[in-house]
Every structure is written in structure tokens, then in C-alpha cells.
Antibody, heavy 116, light 107 residues
Framework: VQLVESGGGVVRPGGSLRLSCEAS????????ISWVRQAPGKGLEWVSV????????RYADSVKGRFTVSRDNAKNSVYLQMNSLRAEDTALYYC??????????WGQGTLVTVSS | IVMTQSPASLSVSPGERVTLSCTAS??????LAWYQQKPGQAPRLLIY???TRATFVPDRFSGSGSGTDFTLTISSLQSEDFAVYYC??????????FGQGTKVEIK
């Protein structure tokens, strides 16, 4: 099982960024995928989850209305569209395979820095 | 649901037994997972269902508890076990909530 995130970078407050998570080594459409973030020197914060077919999505209150998660099973990929970014969104963003709420495999993360 | 871990950090000598605690603000049944995170690495699943070890996790790691009170025990700490440990509930979501972590350091 491998999950590889990409798309991080430096963005100004109010800006947008789209993260990608490409999966391999398992039957992608069998699992949900979560995004979990970690601010520098801080703990883990769950951000969003999408179910196996994209028909169900959930968000943390801190990102609701600003972030959108989607997936393309033909490309074994999940995306996180992040709009109206704030300084407090600065973090390492991980995607993780989700199995009935358990996050059993994680990528190495992609860093998002929101700064003017 | 708020997950509270204690202690925030502890210093331990190799070979010692370590007990980490995680308390939920209300019952999460046995829907509780533990993760290990080493510096510069992604989290790794250790325990799910409060007490089931994930694949390839050594049997020195064990989990117990139900309802609101949970424990992760490392029976004999090895050098590779120095890390931060997080609990996470998946009984009532969203959100999936993590504890703030317990850092296990070398004494």
C-alpha cells in the first residue's frame, strides 16, 4: 500500500491550493480516504473524509465551506481543494486510507504554508 | 468528542514498562485506535478496536479499555519505540478526533 501526496506549497492568505493523493497497492475503490493535517510542532487534526465512491464527504468545522474533497477512482486519486486559505491552515497534510474509521496507511505528507 | 491523553510526555529507560492513557469526553465504546509517530515520519497504526494489534506490530504493544478510559502499554520499551503516541476515536464522527499526543523520551 502506498499513498503519495502532492500539491503543497506557499500561498498567500485568501488564496487556493489543490492537493492530490495518489494511491497504489490496494483496490482503491474499496476504501474511504481521509485528509489529516499537522501544524508545525503540533498534533494531528482530522480534516476531511470521502467514502469509496465519492458519494459521501465529511469535513471538520474548521474547514467546512472552504475545503472540498473529491476522488477519481479511474486515476486512483483523491483531491483536496482548499480555498480562502488562512494562516492557521499552515500544516503538513497527510492522506490516509480509512477503514471504518481506522486510518491504517498514511502517506508522507505535503506541506502547505499560508503566508503573506 | 474530546480525547485527552496523559501524560503529555514521559522519560523512560529502555526495558521499562510504559503505560499511556487516553480519556474520551463521552463513551466511544471500543472504537479507539492508537498511532505511533516518529520524528519526520507519518503516523503508523498500532492498535484498533481498543485492543487489536495492527499487522506487523510487535506484541510488546497492547491496548485495553472501553467506554471512556483507554490504555496503551509497552511491556518493555525498545530504542525504536521512542516516539509520540496518539489515540483517535471513531465512534462518533465527524469529526474523527485525536488526542493531543504523549511523547515518550529517552531517560
Amino acid at each position: 500500500v502506498q499513498l503519495v501526496e502532492s500539491g503543497g506549497g506557499v500561498v498567500r492568505p485568501g488564496g487556493s491550493l489543490r492537493l492530490s493523493c495518489e494511491a497504489s497497492g490496494f483496490t482503491f475503490e474499496d476504501n474511504g480516504i481521509s485528509w489529516v493535517r499537522q501544524a508545525p510542532g503540533k498534533g494531528l487534526e482530522w480534516v476531511s473524509v470521502i467514502n469509496w465512491d465519492g458519494g459521501s464527504t465529511r469535513y471538520a468545522d474548521s474547514v467546512k465551506g472552504r475545503f472540498t474533497v473529491s476522488r477519481d477512482n479511474a486515476k486512483n486519486s483523491v483531491y483536496l481543494q482548499m480555498n480562502s486559505l488562512r494562516a492557521e491552515d499552515t500544516a503538513l497534510y497527510y492522506c490516509a486510507r480509512e477503514d471504518n474509521g481506522v486510518h491504517d496507511f498514511w502517506g508522507q505528507g505535503t506541506l502547505v504554508t499560508v503566508s503573506s | 468528542i474530546v480525547m485527552t491523553q496523559s501524560p503529555a510526555s514521559l522519560s523512560v529507560s529502555p526495558g521499562e514498562r510504559v503505560t499511556l492513557s487516553c480519556t474520551a469526553s463521552r463513551s466511544v465504546s471500543r472504537n479507539l485506535a492508537w498511532y505511533q509517530q516518529k520524528p519526520g515520519q507519518a503516523p503508523r497504526l498500532l492498535i484498533y478496536g481498543a485492543s487489536t494489534r495492527a499487522t506487523f506490530v510487535p506484541d510488546r504493544f497492547s491496548g485495553s479499555g472501553s467506554g471512556t478510559d483507554f490504555t496503551l502499554t509497552i511491556s518493555s520499551l525498545q530504542s525504536e519505540d521512542f516516539a509520540v503516541y496518539y489515540c483517535q476515536q471513531y465512534n462518533n464522527w465527524p469529526p474523527y478526533s485525536f488526542g493531543q499526543g504523549t511523547k515518550v523520551e529517552i531517560k
